[in-house]
């Protein structure tokens, strides 16, 4: 397995309609413009945006999956990994203070508080996109394609495969995301992944 690197992004700006689509809200919300453009004020320059990933490889034996630091049975992620030899796993989160900012205003303004949560998590899939996007420009000076991203929960792959990927991550140490015994991963706004490597068809 490849060496644990860590990479840093500038807040990603996101659509105003897909944060509203993260909120549940269909349609026009005149409404909510104005709470809406203070939050997206508001947190603008509270968000750490950091990646830590590594390479790993791709084996099969029969109905088993290798990947070096997880051997999974899993077979929507032997799928989503058809043709690959190795694959990048990837821990991203955008830090504590929109935890902090969300759990403020939850009793304050829930309506700020929900607005808040949609933006937490349009921004940390912004940044796993921005993310996935290098490393595929990448992979495409090799002859090489990626394959969508696959979290833990995703599929029949476990949540408990989480433990797998903190194991050889080290996201505590390395960009403050911590796992609890239930699972949950702290800043709530964070995403594990795997994507795989494989040749162009």
Not at 46 to 59: A, D
Not at 117 to 146: P, S, Y
Request: aromatic content about 6%.
């Amino acid at each position: 397995m490849g060496v644990v690197l860590v990479r840093e992004y500038a807040t990603p700006s996101v659509a105003r309609a897909e944060v509203l689509r993260y909120a549940g809200v269909c349609g026009d919300a005149p409404g909510l413009d104005r709470i809406l453009d203070a939050c997206l004020v508001e947190v603008a320059d509270r968000l750490h945006c950091r990646v830590c990933y590594c390479e790993v490889p791709v084996t099969r034996y029969a109905a088993l999956l290798d990947l070096g630091f997880l051997q999974t049975c899993s077979a929507s992620l032997a799928k989503n990994l058809t043709g690959c030899t190795r694959a990048v796993a990837f821990a991203a989160t955008l830090g504590l203070e929109l935890d902090r900012l969300i759990a403020r205003y939850a009793t304050l303004s829930p309506t700020k508080a929900l607005l808040l949560q949609a933006i937490g998590a349009a921004t940390v899939e912004a940044v796993c996109d921005a993310f996935a996007r290098e490393l595929a420009e990448d992979a495409a000076k090799m002859g090489c394609v990626l394959r969508p991203r696959f979290s833990p929960g995703y599929g029949d792959l476990p949540l408990e495969t989480q433990r797998a990927f903190f194991a050889l991550l080290d996201p505590p140490r390395r960009i403050g995301l911590t796992l609890n015994e239930s699972l949950l991963m702290s800043p709530t706004k964070s995403v594990t992944a795997l994507i795989g490597i494989g040749a162009r068809d």
